[in-house]
């Protein structure tokens, strides 16, 4: 099962989380057009390979995290809190990791 | 025992590692025989002379006793009777105990006389892929076929009494998970342990040592098991170190995690008082060694399935581990040097040996050794057929290349036929996490490719091709080593170890032996399924050339042994059959588990009323004593109603409901969620939050508030409070008090980090009554101190502290039973006393507890939405609730509520219904339409929500959506439910029937 | 019938007093049970929620009040002379666990040494079971309750960690008394009949004891 290194609590299986989708989409502001609130809402990417995504560690501290997953081989690629630039440490060519 | 133990006629007088002093007696198919303690039942059957086993899956052909571990194909036993039956029962991997039972298979009326043989004479209908083609016409003939199909098909049968046993599931965590206790196993934990690592070492046996079992070698001088019980003692001692039995590892999952199953008991009569049957380990490794051996390739030539063929490794292993002579005249058919310890042993035991090798005259010790003991060895030959019915008893050999055979045959007498044509390594758990098999032709064997493996794994010993013992025991040290250092540790200090490893010739790859003139020509592939060589054929010239596809269309490695005796020689054969290489052809992909787990083993503690946990109220033990009856909602348990004597559920919620309409009642509330939300804005966070406003509410009020999701649609209610300044305390419905909170944190912590708002989930730690009917203002202020009850010291909506029973409580003036009411809030540690300080004053008012059926009667006469109206396609003006969805702010579903779709006028809206009748159910989901007859899906024009029988109006009644409901009042529509074929006239009512003016809620009528 | 017994308060109940009964049960070993469970009742529970802005203000003001200074990393805990317990469970979370039942003097008392600083003091000492279970078989039972790495290395006492327990949700502290490892059990109060069958029914393979 997948394991995530909860940035407070440290790693925990998954089964103490729970998903919160897309983390890299941004909530549109209130003057934001009908389509842009629908895209927010309904049109999400499919990537194949690293994802930004959101999870609530529910078990353990309450926080929502950010977790870079890879969704082809479940490789969880990095882990931090909501105030953490993820991002770069998808694109970081050091880091470790299987390739798919 | 009253009567002696019969004999073991084929146990040699001396040898073996079990217990010659602790005689077992068992039964298999009712007849009783003997063994030792340390026996397999497999071992005790062999012992006692029995070698007919079973009867094969399609064609019903005697089988035999064919290995001596997990990849066993053919012996597959019922062991026990009763509650504990199990079926396709390795008897290899069967420990015998005293009183054991056990039953062969699929076969009728006996395993000798088996009346379904005949399905041998229809083979050539039966091959590949028979079932696509047959039983295909007529079409209708299908479920008379299908009846006869089921009877036949399948081996064994399970019980359908409940399982007895208790299972248990344990989590684990562990440095370096050694997986395989033989010399490359134990080299590796020792290496690990030595160093101080966490680890754990697991083996499927109840004794460890792998093939030092049975291979009669010595390591510095000693023999090889003491050298494996030395360091197995000294791993004991370690308390860093857990070494488990009986254990197998039958997957690896992601995040380097393995599933072990533990058998803790089925090798006793039954588990001891409160222990476990089996015990399943989920381990979190950071390190894994996977030392899980070769299994042996069995060779494929005509007749190969009958009683007396076996691996030749099983034979061996029965001789020396058991003390069992398995034949009296065998012969050896091998292509590989390792098979010759076979022939020697065989000798040792007395019986008479003839080796038959393809490969020519090579220049390695093996065959001169052989030769020296008296045993006559053929080289350049292979067996062509066999003879024998129910056991073999002649073996034809002809020199031969295996292709092209030369000359005529040459009989030879035999009742045992051990084979072996090369090793596979066991690389299931490391396939399991992306390893890829590659084939090296010169081991004539897969070995693992761990690129592409996802687990942090190692493979060490014959399972990684290192086939030598010295090999494996330093390859096993180094990985143990290496794996320690990685997590921190210190290297320990190396060891060396003195081994004879004699030289080998290398293996001949012979994938099946062509069939002679005038000879049988089936030759089996995999045994349990009945797959033969010529179904590999078949499936290829029907154009089922892909590996994958083969194994489907021939159902070649799809048996519960997963193929293990048959995968390698099956896709050689199709690599033969495309004339392509093995490695073109490629393998197909191992699943977990590598052989059965038992769903006792998987489901652990959580069964039956473990299955989820319960959640039980404050109150919940007063409830049980009143009688109550209890419904589950969610993972709460809630009284669903009080029966008093003679009174069943209708009775009793009509009552119910009567006497708190007529007087007061009190219903346990308390399971609803509660939210308590501090911080300079949580004003600003509540307004952002729900549809309707939450700036305005003032200190000491309660406010019913909607909250949608983001697409509009309404996802819960409740009534939040302010306590204080920056203090609210906001409750939820019950099914979605965990979900809520969840959101809450989601928009506190990842929408708007900028509001200064802290969420404290208190649910447990109020116990919440909820007062009701025209008499609750008197019962209460009787009950509860400093509180003005009066409509201006209390008004509707309002909150204020007071003690009940000297116990602070907060009384929340709200309703939703639609009487005048109340909600009590005291700490849960009183919620008992609390309960029972307010029967004592509404006593003199016949004050009634009432249920979850009451409730729900009352809400609905009183037109209040739940979850049947709030089911996830509800917008708030679909509920009659449009004012509630502010236009002056923003909050979450604002938006997407504007869509059109959204406003349609036409879409159903809420309505109350009463049937024409008066006395007609309204079920619930039935659809409206105007004309039940002609109706089509077209024509549907709402729903039924929700209904119940109202005491209050004397009639069924319901609340429903329907297209421009609101002006539809007084109309007549057709409440229909095709399912059952009934359909209801209803007239369109106002949602509201029980006090439309609010007055009895508002405390405008004055009630004695 | 009101509950006389002497570990509560008048008129408070447990909500495990159906389910617990004092005595030895299960397998018998040589040894003796090897599981001691009890429940620890007459607490006062706690949870402090600071603003991460204000935090190096709610330190003192717990320190102030309980004894020690909140410790700053979640899965930490430090434990006052008096036997307080301050674990934090969270960023910026505590839950002060002491032995005496007074939770409106403490929560005043934080309210007050908090003076402006935004911080949530919540009351939780009803909502929640607390139940402490030791022995030479404690490890076990809870590798059987809870997927989390409770070894010694990994969870040195005191510590904590909020974390799935019989799954369901709840905070797992450890400490070391008299050489013993001990662990205390804390989940929401409704859980507390199943938390009990669980544990009960994990031990008695190895024999437990109940003690009051």
Redesign the interface.
């Known amino acids: 099962m997948i394991r995530l290194d909860c940035p407070h609590c440290g790693p925990r299986d998954q089964t103490e989380f729970n998903y919160g989708g897309d983390g890299r989409i941004e909530r549109p502001g209130d003057d934001a057009s009908l389509t842009a609130w629908n895209d927010f809402v309904y049109t999400r990417d499919n990537p194949r390979g690293p994802h930004v995504e959101l999870w609530q560690h529910t078990a353990g501290c309450r926080q929502w995290i950010k977790v870079a997953r890879d969704t082809l081989t479940h490789e969880i690629i990095a882990v931090g809190t909501m105030g953490d630039d993820i991002e770069a440490k998808i694109a970081d060519p050091d880091r470790g990791g299987v390739e798919a | 025992m009253s009567k002696p133990c019969p004999i073991n006629d084929h146990r040699l007088p001396t040898g073996g590692l079990i217990d010659r002093q602790r005689q077992k007696s068992f039964v298999f198919d009712g007849r009783r025989y003997c063994g030792y303690e340390g026996d397999t039942l497999a071992s005790a059957l062999l012992a006692n002379g029995v070698h007919l086993a079973g009867r094969s899956f399609k064609y019903h052909r005697p089988r035999g006793i064919f290995s001596d571990g997990p990849e066993e194909p053919n012996a597959l036993v019922e062991m026990r009777i009763g509650a504990r039956r199990e079926p396709n029962t390795r008897a290899t991997m069967v420990e015998l105990y005293d009183g054991l039972i056990a039953n062969s298979q699929n076969r009728f009326p006996a395993l000798s006389f088996d009346l379904q043989a005949v399905n041998q004479w229809l083979s050539p209908g039966l091959v590949a892929g028979f079932y696509y083609k047959t039983f295909m016409w007529p079409k209708k003939g299908w479920m008379f076929y299908e009846h006869i199909i089921r009877h036949a098909a399948g081996l064994g049968t399970a019980t359908l009494e409940p399982d007895p046993d208790?299972y248990?599931?344990?989590?684990?965590?562990c440095d370096v998970l050694v997986i395989g206790g033989g010399p490359a196993g134990i080299a590796a934990a020792l290496a690990a342990g030595r160093a101080g690592a966490?680890v754990m070492l697991c083996d499927e046996r109840p004794d460890l040592g792998g093939t030092l079992r049975y291979e009669e070698r010595e390591i510095d001088g000693k023999p090889a098991l003491d050298w494996a019980g030395g360091h197995l003692a000294e791993l004991a001692g370690m308390p860093d170190v857990t070494v488990l039995r009986r254990t197998t590892a039958f997957g690896t999952?992601?995040?380097n995690?393995v599933g072990l199953v533990e058998r803790v008991s089925d090798h006793l009569p039954t588990p001891?008082?409160?222990?476990?049957r089996q015990r399943m380990w989920?381990v979190?490794a950071k390190k894994i060694v996977l030392a899980t051996g070769a299994i042996e390739r069995p060779l494929v030539f005509p007749n190969n399935d009958k009683p007396g063929v076996m691996l030749a490794s099983a034979v061996r292993s029965y001789i020396r581990q058991y003390g069992v002579k398995p034949g009296e005249r065998a012969v050896l058919f091998a292509t590989n040097d390792d098979a010759y310890r076979t022939a020697l042993a065989l000798n040792e035991a007395g019986a008479g040996v003839t080796v038959v090798d393809p490969r020519g005259e090579h220049g390695t010790a093996w065959p001169e050794r052989v030769r020296d003991a008296g045993i006559e060895v053929l080289t350049g030959h292979v067996i062509t057929s066999l003879k024998g019915r129910l056991r073999v008893k002649e073996v034809l050999a002809m020199e031969s290349d295996g292709r092209g055979h030369k000359g005529s045959p040459r009989p030879i007498a035999a009742d045992l036929v051990a084979v072996s044509g090369g090793w596979a390594p066991t690389l299931h758990l490391a396939t399991h996490a992306?390893a890829k098999a590659t084939w090296d032709e010169e081991r004539g064997s897969f070995v693992p490719d761990m690129t592409?493996?996802?687990a942090d794994m190692t493979v060490v010993g014959s399972a990684n091709g290192t086939n030598t013992l010295s090999g494996a025991i330093e390859e096993g040290f180094a990985t143990g080593a290496a794996a320690a250092k990685a997590v921190g540790k210190s290297a320990p200090d190396p060891i060396s170890v003195e081994v004879d490893d004699p030289a080998e010739a290398p293996v001949r790859s012979l994938w099946k032996v062509e069939p002679a003139q005038g000879q049988p020509s089936k030759s089996f592939v995999d045994l349990q399924n009945d797959a033969t060589a010529k179904d590999i054929e078949i499936a290829n010239r029907e154009g089922y050339i892909s590996v994958e596809h083969m194994k489907r269309y021939t159902t070649l490695g799809m048996a519960t042994d997963q193929g293990k005796t048959a995968n390698v020689n099956g896709l050689a054969l199709l690599a033969e059959a495309r004339g392509q290489s093995i490695p073109d052809v490629g393998t197909t992909t191992f699943r977990p588990p590598y052989t059965p787990v038992t769903l006792g083993a998987m489901v652990?503690?959580?069964t039956a009323k473990?299955y989820?946990?319960?959640?039980?109220?404050?109150m919940?033990?007063w409830h049980?004593d009143a009688g109550a009856v209890f419904v589950e909602a969610g993972l709460?348990l809630r009284p669903q109603y009080y029966p008093r004597p003679g009174e069943d559920v209708h009775a009793a919620m009509r009552r119910e409901v009567k006497m708190t309409r007529n007087g007061v009642g009190l219903c346990d509330v308390s399971t609803l969620g509660k939210i308590?939300i501090?911080?300079?804005d949580a004003a600003e966070f509540l307004n952002r939050t729900y549809s309707n406003g939450f700036k305005t509410l003032a200190v000491g009020k309660a406010r019913y508030g909607l909250m949608l999701r983001?697409?509009g649609i309404v996802y819960d209610d409740g009534t939040t409070s302010r306590l204080g300044e920056n203090h609210y305390l906001m409750t939820t419905t019950t099914g979605h008090a965990v979900e809520v909170m969840?959101l809450l944190?989601?928009y506190a912590?990842?929408?708007w980090?900028e509001l200064?708002v802290?969420?404290?989930s208190?649910?447990?730690?109020?116990?919440a009554i909820a007062v009701a009917g025209p008499k609750s203002r008197t019962v209460l202020a009787d009950a509860i101190a400093g509180i003005d009850f009066s409509n201006q010291g209390l008004p509707f909506m309002g909150v204020a502290d007071g003690t009940l029973?000297?116990?602070p409580a907060r009384v929340f003036r709200i309703s939703f039973s639609g009487d005048l009411a109340y909600e009590i809030q005291v700490?849960?540690?009183?919620?008992?006393?609390a309960w029972k300080a307010l029967m004592a004053a509404g006593e003199a008012h016949d004050i009634c507890p009432y249920g979850m059926e009451a409730l729900n009667i009352m809400r609905i006469e009183k037109g209040f939405v739940t979850h049947a109206e709030i089911d996830g396609r509800t917008t708030p003006g679909d509920l009659g609730l449009d004012k509630m969805a502010s236009r002056k702010k923003?909050y979450i579903g604002r938006?997407?509520l504007?869509?059109e779709a959204l406003k349609d006028p036409d879409r159903p809206t809420l309505i109350g219904l009463r049937p024409v009748d008066g006395k007609a159910t309204i079920r619930a989901g039935s659809i409206l339409v105007r004309d039940p007859v002609t109706a089509g899906p077209d024509d549907m024009e709402g729903h039924v929500t929700s209904q119940c029988y109202s005491p209050t109006f004397g009639e069924p009644i319901a609340l429903a959506l329907l297209k421009n409901g609101p002006n539809r009042i007084g109309e007549t529509i057709w409440a229909t439910f095709p399912l059952y074929n009934v359909s209801v006239q209803c007239e369109i009512t106002p949602t509201v029937r029980f006090d439309p003016d609010g007055s009895k809620v508002k405390g405008e009528t004055t009630d004695a | 019938m009101p509950d006389n017994s002497p570990k509560t308060l008048p008129g408070r109940r447990s909500a495990l007093a159906s389910h617990l009964r004092p005595g030895v049960f299960g397998a018998q070993c040589e040894r003796g049970p090897l599981v001691t469970l009890s429940e620890r009742t007459g607490l006062t529970l706690v949870q402090v929620t600071a603003r991460a802005a204000d935090k190096r203000k709610a330190g003192p003001a717990i320190k102030k009040v309980t004894g020690v200074s909140p410790p700053p990393k979640t899965g930490e805990t430090r434990i006052a002379d008096d036997g307080t317990a301050v674990h934090c469970i969270g960023p910026e979370r505590w839950l002060i666990v002491a032995e005496t039942a007074a939770p409106d003097a403490m929560t005043a008392a934080l309210r007050e040494a908090l003076g402006n600083t935004t911080a949530a003091v919540v009351d939780l000492s009803s909502g929640r079971a607390v139940v402490r279970i030791s022995g030479p078989k404690a490890a076990a039972v809870m590798m059987a309750a809870t997927p989390i790495d409770l070894h010694p290395d990994v969870l040195p006492a005191p510590a904590c960690a909020h974390t799935l327990i019989a799954q369901a949700a709840g905070l797992i502290a450890v400490f070391e008394e008299a050489e013993e490892r001990i662990f205390e059990l804390h989940l929401q109060r409704s859980y507390a009949g199943h938390l009990w069958e669980f544990l009960t029914e994990t031990a008695a393979q190895y024999g437990y004891s109940v003690t009051d």
């Open positions: 208790l248990e599931k344990v989590h684990a965590h966490r999952y992601d995040g995690t001891a008082p409160f222990q476990v989920t979190r992306g592409k493996c996802r652990g503690r959580h473990h989820k946990p319960i959640r039980r109220t404050p919940h033990d049980t709460w308590d501090q911080g300079p983001e697409d969840g944190e989601y912590q990842v929408l980090p200064d802290q969420l404290t208190v649910t447990d730690h109020w116990a029973d000297g116990v700490p849960a540690d009183h919620g008992h006393q923003s938006f997407l504007e869509r």
